[in-house]
């Protein structure tokens, strides 16, 4: 998350110094294959009170959610720095939507009616859900303090309501009436088809090649992805079951001569992960921005590898995918598809 963090705060940056990443994701269910449904995540923030009926609610809230095609996540009370770290700001970050419910806390002394404090820990996941500019729904419990804390300071009004038991319900028609989709992810994902390359030559006089690319698409019905870069991130040669030495470079974007490209909603765009001479198929080459040899992978067969592509985007969390290559003898024997 604090990548994202700061990348937010260079969205007024016109050029973005790329970052390659150093250590593997831990990409969520429902990205980690490709044939699973795309279900928007609806981070669940309320209080979770032992000693009242809260985490009940919470749990009959993420069931109507479900019934309407979200992915829910109840978020808990974290004890410690690193469960914080790693599931608040993680489902966060992961997060398409955010539900805020502020159930009544302590009575507070005040000379008017009664007021009662709302839940801290919540209204601390409500800031930093704002940060992220994670659309939101807010439901107040009546009798909590009004525009306390971050709330002052959002444009949405938060819907006040008496009766816990009717929060599903009434959730289920707010965010009906404001439109949310589940169909979709805030993120990029990598994907290629089997049968997935060109031949072309780079000159009328070259030699003729076979470029295999990846897809990179844009599952954001509405937001451009911007300042895309593409890497090979990791090589394993699983003959050997060793590790091929690989640089941080970047990788060429098909069709485009800059390193840097855009993807726009709810589209996808290619880059060309490797190409191979149809003179010599068993040896990989690569279109890469560098002016050193010393930084191009070194590649041949026959053998199996295990190749993994990365994309960092400006304003999209870093994705990465394994896809599995087997390099024969022949051309038409190469193959190169996802793990």
């Known amino acids: 998350m604090t990548k994202r963090l700061e990348q937010a705060q260079r969205k007024q940056i016109s050029v973005v110094v790329p970052f390659i990443l150093s250590e593997p994701l831990v990409l969520r269910r ?3 294959t490709q044939d699973e449904e795309l279900r928007a995540q609806v981070f669940i923030s309320c209080g979770q009170s032992r ?3 809260e985490l009940q609610i919470a749990h009959r809230i993420g069931e109507r959610l479900s019934q309407l095609g979200y992915e829910p996540y109840i978020a808990t009370e ?7 770290k790693e599931n608040i700001f993680r489902h966060l970050e992961n997060s398409e939507y955010f539900v805020f419910i502020d159930f009544k806390r302590e009575r507070l002394v005040t000379n008017h009616e009664e007021t009662w ?3 801290l820990f919540s209204h601390q996941e409500l800031a930093l859900a704002s940060y992220l500019d994670i659309e939101l729904v807010a439901f107040q419990e009546k009798g909590v303090k009004q525009e306390d804390g971050i709330m002052r300071f959002l444009q949405g009004n938060s819907t006040v309501f008496s009766d816990r038991n009717l929060l599903p319900n009434a959730l289920a028609d707010v965010i009906q009436q404001r439109h949310w989709n589940p169909g ?8 290629r088809e089997a049968a997935q390359f060109v031949d072309a030559k780079t000159s009328p006089r070259g030699d003729l090649r076979r470029y295999f690319s990846v897809r990179v698409r844009n599952l954001h019905p509405r937001k451009t992805a911007l300042n895309c870069y593409a890497y090979l991130q990791h090589v394993r040669n699983m003959g050997t079951n060793t590790d091929v030495p690989v640089e941080t470079i970047e990788y060429k974007w098909s069709g485009y001569t800059k390193p840097n490209a855009i993807i726009g909603p709810a589209s996808a765009r290619s880059f060309d992960a490797f190409w191979v001479s149809h003179q010599t198929p068993t040896r990989l080459g690569f279109s890469v921005f560098t002016d050193s040899s010393q930084f191009v992978p070194r590649i041949s067969g026959p053998g199996d590898f295990v190749l993994t592509y990365a994309v960092v985007s400006e304003n999209f969390a870093p994705i990465q995918k394994e896809f599995v290559l087997r390099i024969g003898n022949q051309l038409d024997e190469i193959r190169f598809e996802e793990r």
Do not use: F, I
């Open 30 to 32: 429902g990205l980690s």
């Open 184 to 191: 979709w992810k805030n993120r990029l994902l990598l994907e």
């Open 51 to 53: 000693e009242t009926e």
């Open 78 to 84: 974290e004890q410690t720095l690193r469960g914080v």
């Open 117 to 119: 404090r709302g839940s």
